[in-house]
């Protein structure tokens, strides 16, 4: 074999060489981009935004000055005082593991975890003329006219999970969750971004940390108005013994779990043995 075609045989193997290196780095890439999104401006070829981003502009035009606190405090003041008090119920959920599951699956898995049961939430709130507040990231704040609703919504969301808990394991893994409700005054704070304030939003959080995974805590108040009213779901709920806990920051409350009869009450034991067995 003449210099020349060793020469090009040499080159044909340098550039396969190449090739395979170029493919496997594109299948590198492209697995990379579903976690890490720096790499997208990396791949797109764009490289002058990172520095951009690094030092957007002079450290010498930093403003120094600072921001006039009296008017600031002065709006915040004036909202709040012109702002009505509203009787609702609350409602609060939780996915249970948030972080966890991220951490072991990845965010895309556990951002499509998280919107299912935030999915699943509102679509029960909905169903039951409540409102969702906002998102909490793994789980709703919701707000209802009636004490009922709120319950109906929640019981609603926990048979829903259940009958599709096959379908929704496939998909994300196991979906466990808590859910508090309560009632009381608020505030409505006006704004782009509904929200509001007050003692019964600090209770219904607490409420939903106090309870197991996969039940349904109300309180003393809610069970004050919907028990009248329980009769004509008899056949379909159930209601626990009540139970004195201590919630954090909050005080002594008698809590009361609730469930579909078909599901059973999470506290008893024959319930709990068949988590442990399935």
């Known amino acids: 074999?003449?210099?020349?075609?060793?020469?090009?045989?040499?080159?044909?193997?340098?550039?396969?060489?190449?090739?395979?290196?170029v493919e496997q780095s594109n299948k590198e890439?492209?697995?990379?981009?579903?976690?890490?999104?720096?790499?997208?401006?990396?791949?797109?070829?764009?490289?002058?935004?990172?520095?951009?981003?690094?030092?957007?502009?002079?450290?010498?035009?930093?403003?120094?000055?600072?921001?006039?606190?009296?008017?600031?405090?002065?709006?915040?003041?004036?909202?709040?005082?012109?702002?009505?008090?509203?009787?609702?119920?609350?409602m609060f959920t939780d996915l249970e593991s948030s972080t966890e599951y991220k951490r072991n699956m990845g965010h895309t898995k556990g951002y499509m975890r998280n919107r299912l049961f935030c999915d699943i939430c509102e679509h029960a709130v909905q169903r039951y003329h409540g409102q969702v507040v906002k998102r909490l990231g793994d789980g709703v704040m919701a707000v209802f006219e009636t004490a009922i609703d709120a319950v109906l919504a929640a019981?609603?969301?926990?048979?829903?999970?259940?009958?599709?808990?096959?379908?929704?394991?496939?998909?994300?893994?196991?979906?466990?969750?808590?859910?508090?409700?309560?009632?009381?005054?608020?505030?409505?704070?006006?704004?782009?971004?509904?929200?509001?304030?007050?003692?019964?939003?600090?209770?219904?959080?607490?409420?939903?940390?106090?309870?197991?995974?996969?039940?349904i805590l109300i309180d003393e108040i809610v069970y004050g108005l919907i028990h009248t009213k329980i009769r004509d779901y008899s056949g379909d709920i159930l209601i626990g013994q009540p139970k004195n806990v201590t919630l954090k920051g909050v005080g002594v409350s008698t809590l009361y779990e609730v469930s579909p009869k078909e599901l059973g009450l999470e506290s008893s034991l024959s319930t709990r043995l068949r988590h442990l067995f399935h």
Request: glycine share 6%.
């Open 1 to 21: 074999m003449s210099k020349s075609h060793r020469q090009a045989a040499k080159e044909g193997v340098v550039d396969l060489t190449a090739e395979k290196l």
């Open 29 to 90: 890439i492209e697995k990379a981009l579903k976690d890490d999104s720096t790499l997208q401006l990396l791949a797109s070829g764009d490289l002058s935004v990172l520095p951009q981003l690094a030092a957007s502009r002079p450290a010498s035009r930093v403003d120094t000055e600072p921001l006039n606190l009296d008017v600031i405090i002065e709006e915040v003041a004036r909202m709040i005082a012109t702002t009505q008090d509203h009787y609702k119920c609350i």
């Open 155 to 215: 019981l609603l969301t926990k048979r829903s999970i259940a009958i599709g808990r096959k379908k929704l394991k496939k998909l994300v893994g196991s979906m466990d969750y808590r859910i508090g409700i309560t009632c009381g005054y608020v505030k409505e704070i006006p704004g782009e971004a509904q929200d509001y304030i007050g003692h019964a939003m600090d209770k219904g959080a607490r409420i939903q940390t106090t309870a197991r995974r996969n039940q």
